[in-house]
């Protein structure tokens, strides 16, 4: 029998046929994908992943920064648990995202709204998003000394309208409430544009639809919009409770943590504990349980949002 008619291949034909799906392999869109995502996947590793191992190891060590780490296995936890300034950290920071999420997401909603019914103007949007551009060191240096009780522009108008100055940062009912509102005012644009931008792509028919049929058009926005910004809301929601339980920097400019504690958040209770008391493994440790706290609070949005289903289907 003849080479060309042989049933076995030659080594030549063979080692082409093994090459041929690798050659294909790097042409696919699977390959392409993983380029380009691994300057972000490498960033993560080094600077998410590693550091968080590493933060829980330290977690079970008692470290003070000036000497070699002593193995203390769950004793940090244990003492956490029934540490009550810890819990009356979280309890602080609990207020603050009852005092800063649903404000800014219902302001963000009806400023988006407002922007979809009234003008879709570049520049609008563009001066909307300006205080997010504004760092939040920038922002609460502003902001701290507008609300000067003496010569700060709030309480120049406050005084000029007939009602009493405040000390807003030095008073324990308003200091956190302020420090809220500042971080509101900074992100609400930011918010505004993502429901802007998900409110753009829900079909114009499914209006038209519904018009006809004779509904309303707050009927409209709460069968039609809402439901249909069920990914954007979530993305703000799960975004925005993260970064407010993460809160530091506001803090950090103003308040201190006062008057007293009433603005210290579990991030600067973790700060003092690390850089002030030099107790680095408990603050490692609280770190790790916050951690823990925000991945459970996440998973529970995304199953109440039913994250993987979708309205438009």
């Known amino acids: 029998m003849s080479a060309a008619t042989s049933p076995f291949p030659d080594s030549a034909t063979a080692s082409r046929r093994a090459a041929r799906p690798r050659r294909s392999f790097f042409r696919s869109e699977t390959f ?14 080094f600077f998410y992943l590693l550091p968080t191992i590493r933060a829980f190891y330290i977690g079970l060590t008692n470290w003070s920064l000036l000497r070699a780490p002593k193995w203390v ?39 988006a709204v407002l922007l979809k019914r009234l003008t879709g103007s570049v520049f609008i949007r563009s001066v909307m998003l300006m205080p997010f551009l504004i760092s939040n060191v920038i922002a609460a240096m502003i902001w701290f000394y507008m609300f000067d009780p003496i010569l700060g522009f709030v309480n120049v108008i406050l005084k000029a309208l007939g009602f009493e ?22 992100h609400m644009g930011y918010t505004a544009l993502l ?3 998900g409110m753009q792509s829900i079909p114009e028919d499914i209006y038209e639809a519904a018009r006809i049929d004779g509904s309303s ?17 979530l993305f703000v929601l799960v975004t925005s409770v993260i970064g407010s339980f993460q809160i530091f920097d506001t803090i950090a400019v103003t308040t201190q ?36 706290g925000l991945v459970i609070v996440t ?11 979708s309205d438009l289907g």
Request: glycine share 6%; charged share 10%.
């Open 217 to 233: 058009e707050w009927r409209s926005f709460l069968s039609i919009t809402l439901p249909l910004l069920r990914p954007t809301l």
């Open 165 to 186: 100055t405040h000390a807003f940062f030095s008073d324990p009912n308003l200091a956190l409430p302020t420090i809220a509102f500042i971080n509101i005012w900074r």
């Open 299 to 309: 998973l529970v949005q995304m199953r109440v949002l039913r994250s993987g289903e």
């Open 73 to 111: 296995g769950f004793d940090n936890y244990i003492r956490l648990f029934q540490d009550e300034k810890f819990w009356k950290s979280i309890w602080i920071t609990f207020l603050y995202v009852l005092y800063n999420i649903p404000i800014q997401t219902v302001l963000g909603l009806f400023i």
């Open 195 to 197: 429901f802007y931008t």
């Open 257 to 292: 943590g006062g008057p007293g504690t009433a603005t210290r958040t579990v991030l600067w209770y973790i700060y003092q504990e690390a850089f002030v008391s030099m107790r680095m493994g408990y603050a490692s440790a609280m770190s790790t349980v916050l951690f823990l």
């Open 32 to 45: 392409c994908g993983l380029l380009f995502i691994t300057p972000a996947l490498i960033g993560f590793t």
